[in-house]
């Protein structure tokens, strides 16, 4: 979980989810290895909660492949 806050919106633009008109970010959930690398990601339309399921998902098939 992640607060982005100061400087305001610096992690979400770096992902390219800042909402510049709005001041704030779209709901988007990564998964991100040990080694920094994006392995999963989803950004839910404006008022939909994502859920867990595929964040689960991707977090069981992350342990999968470093099983490997």
Partial sequence: ML???EPKG???RAHQVYRA????SERALYV?????IVRWSHVSPVGVN??????L???ENLGKE???
Avoid: C, M, Q
């Avoid at 008109?21 to 704030?24: I, R």
């Avoid at 994502?50 to 964040?55: C, L, N, Q, R, V």
């Fill in 3 to 5: 607060a982005d806050f």
């Fill in 10 to 12: 610096e992690v979400a």
């Fill in 21 to 24: 008109k709005d001041g704030t």
């Fill in 32 to 36: 991100i290895d040990a080694d920094g």
């Fill in 50 to 55: 994502p859920g867990a399921d595929g964040i």
């Fill in 57 to 59: 998902r991707a977090l």
């Fill in 66 to 68: 470093n099983a490997s």
